[in-house]
C-alpha cells in the first residue's frame, strides 16, 4: 500500500481552553509531514480575524504550508481583497476559496450587496490576483441547496475553470460514494485533483447531527453499529478501524491525497494516521 499525502483542517479558537486545544492538535499532528494544513472560518465569517491569527502563528511556528479559508460571507469585494492581501504579506500561498455558509439564524445564504455573489466570483478574482494556489469544496452527496449530484459536478467544474486547481469534497461514509463521485467528475471533464475530505468519528451522536445539515447520508448498518459500540463503552475503538479502513479502500483505489477534518482532536487522526504508515520524522535536533 502507498503512503498517501495527508493534509489537515483546524478551526481557530474563540476560547483560551480552545486555544490551548487547537495548539496541542497541531503539536501533535505537525510532525507526520502534511502536506498542508487548513483553518476555517466560522459560519458568517464570524472568525475572520481569529483565523487570520491562527494561520499566520502556525505557520511562523510550526513550519507548514498554511491554507486559508476564505468565504463571500457578510464582506464586501474590497474587504475581501483586503483580507486576501494581508495574507499574502504573511507569506499564505494558499487559500481554499469557498461561498461560505449563511450566519448563524438565517436559512439561506444572501450574498453582501458588494461582495461577491458565488465561489466563482470568488475564485475568478484570486486567480486574477495570481499570488495563490486556489483549492475549494466538493459535494460526492447532494449540496443541500443543489438538485442533484450532476448540478454539484458541472459547478464543481466552473470552479476549476474560473481558477481553482483543486476540490476538498465534503466528508462520507463509504468509499464507493466518492468512486462514484470521481468517476462521474471524469465523465464531465473535471481535469482538477479531488482530494476526499475524512472526518473521524469523534462522536456519534455530534457525526449524526452534522451529516444531516450538510445532506450526507447516514448508512444502516453504521448507526446499528455505533449504537451497540456505544452501549459497549467501545465508541472510539470502532470509529478508529472504521476511518482507517474508509482510508484504505480509498488508497486501494487509486486516492493519493487525505484530508483530515480534525476538529482540533488530534488522537485520532494521529492514530489513522498510524496505521496508514505515517508516522512522524525525528528532526535532527530531536536526535543529537
Known amino acids: 500500500m502507498s503512503t498517501p499525502n495527508i493534509s489537515f483542517e ?6 483560551l481552553e480552545a486555544s490551548f486545544r487547537l495548539w496541542e492538535t497541531v503539536r501533535v499532528l505537525a510532525p507526520l509531514q502534511p502536506k498542508f494544513v487548513s483553518v476555517t472560518y466560522g459560519a458568517g465569517g464570524t ?35 483586503e483580507i486576501v492581501n494581508s495574507y499574502a504579506e504573511a507569506g499564505v500561498t494558499e487559500l481554499v476559496a469557498l461561498r461560505g455558509d449563511p450566519p448563524k439564524g438565517q436559512e439561506n445564504f444572501t450574498a453582501h ?6 465561489s466563482i466570483d470568488l475564485i475568478e478574482a484570486l486567480a486574477k490576483d495570481g499570488r495563490f494556489n486556489i483549492r475549494c469544496g466538493a459535494y460526492p452527496e447532494p ?3 443543489s438538485a442533484d449530484t450532476l448540478a454539484d459536478v458541472r459547478w464543481l467544474k466552473r470552479k476549476v475553470e474560473a481558477g481553482a486547481t483543486s476540490a476538498i469534497t465534503q466528508f462520507f461514509f463509504e468509499a464507493d460514494t466518492f468512486f462514484r463521485f470521481r468517476d462521474l467528475c471524469e465523465k464531465e471533464g473535471v481535469n482538477a485533483k479531488i482530494i476526499p475530505g475524512i472526518l473521524p468519528i469523534q462522536s ?13 447520508k447516514i448508512p444502516a448498518h453504521l448507526e446499528e453499529a455505533f449504537e451497540a459500540a456505544v452501549r459497549d463503552d467501545r465508541e472510539q475503538l470502532l470509529a478508529t478501524a472504521l476511518c482507517t479502513e474508509l482510508c484504505d479502500t480509498l488508497i486501494q483505489g487509486g486516492v493519493e491525497d487525505l484530508q483530515f477534518y480534525t476538529l482540533n482532536r488530534p488522537n485520532m487522526t494521529r492514530d489513522v494516521c498510524h496505521a496508514l504508515g505515517i508516522t512522524p520524522r525525528a528532526s535532527l535536533e530531536d536526535v543529537a
Not at 481569529?50 to 464586501?76: D, P, R
Not at 450587496?113 to 458565488?118: H, L
Open 47 to 81: 472568525t475572520r480575524k481569529l483565523t487570520h491569527e491562527a494561520v499566520t502563528t502556525i505557520g511562523k511556528n510550526y513550519g507548514v504550508n498554511v491554507a486559508a479559508h476564505l468565504t463571500c460571507v457578510n464582506a464586501s469585494k474590497e474587504e475581501t481583497m
Open 204 to 216: 456519534w451522536k455530534g457525526t449524526k447531527r452534522f451529516a444531516q445539515s450538510c445532506g450526507t
Open 113 to 118: 450587496k458588494d461582495g461577491f455573489q458565488t
Open 10 to 15: 483546524f478551526f481557530p479558537p474563540q476560547s
Open 143 to 145: 449540496h443541500p441547496e
